[in-house]
T-cell receptor
Framework: AQSVTQPDIHITVSEGASLELRCNYSYGATPYLFWYVQSPGQGLQLLLK??????LVQGIKGFEAEFKRSQSSFNLRKPSVHWSDAAEYFC???????????????FGQGTILTVHP | DAGVTQSPTHLIKTRGQHVTLRCSPI?????VSWYQQVLGQGPQFIFQ???????GRGNFPDRFSARQFPNYSSELNVNALLLGDSALYLC?????????????FGPGTRLTVT
């Protein structure tokens, strides 16, 4: 069964500082990997995705993530955080194989990001 | 283009009642998935429908059911509501079935069961 762990429930950074949000996954093969952001009371917006190829992927809003197979990780990074980045961030894994899990996204518990001015 | 729309936005129901939530996918998308997000947790997969057929089901009781219509819109039904069903219900649409296709999420329906 696929699973996702986001070890940090809450992270606080100062505006302009760099950011790294951690994500570890469990899956039998190379999964599809995603990062979503959710603002309070809103749905989820896709930041970036990894399917195959280059392990460093670029997303929207200046975010990037690196897939490390050896560590089963897909950490999200941003070099300089803006106050508008304050939100909750979810890492998700999608199944490649068929069956009833095909198309299912499994999410981590989320990391709440607070940005101090 | 319009994104995924869901109705209603908020809903308050009493234990034991039934509820129907509605979702309209992005135009051209043929797959709809439903997720439940309890406060403080990540979304949990409930169902995926593609071309009007159920293609995936999460670990939810039979009180939860769904269907997809010929125009690809979808309904999620929950019977015999429990307090624990209080959550944000998210609908996502995608072009096709399978993890390769990006899922675009709607704003959700906030269900409160009292």
């Amino acid at each position: 069964a696929q699973s996702v762990t986001q070890p940090d429930i809450h992270i606080t950074v100062s505006e302009g500082a760099s950011l790294e949000l951690r994500c570890n996954y469990s899956y039998g093969a190379t999964p599809y990997l995603f990062w979503y952001v959710q603002s309070p009371g809103q749905g989820l917006q896709l930041l970036l995705k990894y399917f195959s190829g280059d392990t460093l992927v670029q997303g929207i809003k200046g975010f990037e993530a690196e897939f490390k197979r050896s560590q089963s990780s897909f950490n999200l990074r941003k070099p300089s955080v803006h106050w508008s980045d304050a939100a909750e961030y979810f890492c998700a894994v999608g199944a490649r194989a068929g069956g009833t899990s095909y198309g299912k996204l499994t999410f981590g518990q989320g990391t709440i990001l607070t940005v101090h001015p | 283009d319009a994104g995924v729309t869901q109705s209603p936005t908020h809903l308050i129901k009493t234990r034991g009642q039934h509820v129907t939530l509605r979702c309209s996918p992005i135009s051209g998308h043929k797959s709809v998935s439903w997720y439940q997000q309890v406060l403080g947790q990540g979304p949990q997969f409930i169902f995926q429908y593609y071309e009007k057929e159920e293609r995936g089901r999460g670990n939810f009781p039979d009180r939860f059911s769904a269907r997809q219509f010929p125009n690809y819109s979808s309904e999620l039904n929950v019977n015999a509501l429990l307090l624990g069903d209080s959550a944000l219900y998210l609908c996502a649409s995608s072009l096709g079935q399978g993890g390769f296709y990006e899922q675009y999420f709607g704003p959700g329906t906030r269900l409160t069961v009292t």
